[in-house]
Structures are given as structure tokens and as C-alpha cells.
């Protein structure tokens, strides 16, 4: 069984600040790692994927994620935050098998971003 | 606009009725995905169709079914409907099988009341 967890839930910085958000998962084999961004009464969307080849993953609005084998992690990073990115954003997994596409997300973490 | 379309957007129906949801995927993608977010839950997979075809179960409660139809649009029929079951329930899509990550539309908000 696949899960991921997102280390805090709630995450605040300020603007222009260094945005760090952390996400661990567990697989049994090589992952498949999303990270979706979901503003208030919206769908989510796809920020940046790893599934093979270069560990270090660039999205769109700047952020950028590593995926990091050993540490079971993909940390979504950005190195300057903007007022626009206040969201909630939510890390994934997947991988090839028996379920296809399926993603199994993670508990999300809200990004506040203040002057 | 993603180019996956839920309808309605906001429903809102009685305990112990019956409701279906509708999502149209992005034109080429094959599968569909129904989630539901809840906020003790959070978002939680219920099923995926690929090509008219169920390829993956989760989380989906007896009370709910599903399908997709030969022009690739699914619904989500809900029956039974328990206050517990008010949630947003989204679909995606995507091209295939293949994880290039999914499309999302917007959601369709349930309140069983």
C-alpha cells in the first residue's frame, strides 16, 4: 500500500519569504509524485510531477520540488513566496500496478502568505 | 478552464434521496476519475473508469455507483444519501493509464440536509 504524509498542516510565511513544504510517502515500489495546488473553490492543479529520470522537478508559478530516494520525500519548494500563492496544495503518489492511475493524496497543507 | 466539466456545480437534496453527478472529460482523455474531499477524510479515491470500462475501486460506498458511457462523459449516482455523504466531489480525467498526472474540473458541492 502506497500513502503520503504532509507535515503540517498549515504553513505560513511572508511575502518574499522561502517556501518550503514537506511531503514524505511510503511505496513498496518506485513512485510516481504529484503536487496539486487547490485555491479556494476551485479543482485542483497540477503544480509539477516527477516519474522518471532528473530528481529535481520544476512547475509552474516558480515552485520546484527533489525527489529525494533515500529520505522518501518530494518537498515542495519556492524560493520567493507571492501573495498569489496562498492555497492549499496537496502532494500525491502513484505508481505503476494494479491501480493504474490512481493517486492517493495527501492530508494537504494551507499556505498563508502575509505582507 | 480545465476542460473537464462537472455538473450541477452546487446541489443540494434531503437525506434518503438519490443524486446524480455529471462530468465530461477533456476532449482525448480516456479515463475518468471520481474523488470525493471531505474535511475529516480529505480527498479520497472512489473509482476510475478507463474507455467505458471500471479499472480501479476505492473507497466507494455500496450506495454508490458509477459509469461511462460510449461519448466518454461519466456519472456518479449517489443513493441513500446520508449527512455524512456532503462533501465535494470531483472528477478528472486523463489521457490514458499512463501517470502524467490528472486533469481536475471543478467539483461538484454536495449538502445533504
Known amino acids: 500500500a502506497q500513502s503520503v504524509t504532509q507535515l503540517g498542516s498549515h504553513v505560513s510565511v511572508s511575502e518574499g519569504a522561502l517556501v518550503l513544504l514537506r511531503c514524505n510517502y511510503s511505496?513498496?515500489?518506485?513512485?510516481?509524485l504529484f503536487w496539486y495546488v487547490q485555491y479556494p473553490n476551485q479543482g485542483l492543479q497540477l503544480l509539477l510531477k516527477?516519474?522518471?529520470?532528473?530528481?529535481l522537478v520544476k512547475g509552474i508559478n516558480g515552485f520546484e520540488a527533489e525527489f529525494k530516494k533515500s529520505e522518501t520525500s518530494f518537498h515542495l519548494t519556492k524560493p520567493s513566496a507571492h501573495m498569489s500563492d496562498a492555497a492549499e496544495y496537496f502532494c500525491?503518489?502513484?505508481?505503476?500496478?494494479?491501480?493504474?492511475?490512481?493517486?492517493?493524496f495527501g492530508q494537504g497543507t494551507i499556505l498563508t502568505v502575509h505582507p | 478552464d480545465s476542460g473537464v466539466t462537472q455538473t450541477p456545480k452546487h446541489l443540494i437534496t434531503a437525506t434518503g434521496q438519490r443524486v446524480t453527478l455529471r462530468c465530461s472529460p477533456r476532449s482525448g482523455d480516456l479515463s475518468v476519475y471520481w474523488y470525493q474531499q471531505s474535511l475529516d477524510q480529505g480527498l479520497q479515491f472512489l473509482i476510475q473508469y478507463y474507455n467505458g470500462e471500471e479499472r480501479a475501486k476505492g473507497n466507494i460506498l455500496e450506495r454508490f455507483s458509477a459509469q461511462q458511457f460510449p461519448d466518454l462523459h461519466s456519472e456518479l449516482n449517489l443513493s441513500s444519501l446520508e449527512l455524512g455523504d456532503s462533501a465535494l466531489y470531483f472528477c478528472?480525467?486523463?489521457?490514458?493509464?499512463?501517470?502524467?498526472?490528472?486533469?481536475f474540473g471543478s467539483g461538484t458541492r454536495l449538502t445533504v440536509v
Open positions: 478528472a480525467s486523463s489521457e490514458g493509464t499512463e501517470h502524467n498526472g490528472y486533469t
Open positions: 516527477y516519474t522518471t529520470g532528473a530528481t
Open positions: 500525491a503518489v502513484s505508481h505503476r500496478g494494479t491501480s493504474y492511475g490512481k493517486l492517493t
Open positions: 511505496s513498496s515500489v518506485p513512485p510516481y
